[in-house]
């Protein structure tokens, strides 16, 4: 059974930084791209972060991002706990969103909850 678990979100001033962890199970977390998507007050959901695993030979590693996070936004993973991790800087209000770990297997794409970060003065 696939679960992904999300924490670390919480109310941060403009210019602040929170740090986002994902705990991953059910499914070989070391070899499977994983991603971070948020969604916004009244915003359809959106790409935001991804990495790819071990399974893909030349780009194990590799990251990509949405250009509104480039250059504040930090993908990671520890692939010993199974945890995708979102280091966030200099955080903006229009960040506020629910962020949601997600992960696209064989089988379709499973979420989890999301945690909830706000940004705000």
């Known amino acids: 059974q696939v679960q992904l678990v999300e924490s670390g979100g919480g109310l941060v001033q403009p210019g602040g930084s929170l740090r986002l962890s994902c705990g991953a199970s059910?499914?070989?977390?070391?070899?499977?791209?994983m991603r971070w998507y948020r969604q916004g007050p009244g915003k359809e959901r959106e790409f935001v972060a991804g990495i790819v695993g071990a399974g893909a030979i030349f780009v194990t590693g590799r990251t990509n991002y949405t250009d509104s996070v480039k250059g504040r936004f930090t993908i990671s993973r520890d692939d010993a706990t199974n945890t995708l991790l979102l280091q966030m800087n200099a955080l903006k209000p229009e960040d506020t969103a629910v962020y949601y770990c997600?992960?696209?297997?064989?089988?379709?794409?499973?979420w989890g909850r999301g945690t909830q970060v706000t940004v705000s003065s």
């Open positions: 997600n992960v696209r297997l064989l089988d379709g794409d499973y």
């Open positions: 059910g499914f070989v977390f070391s070899q499977t791209v």
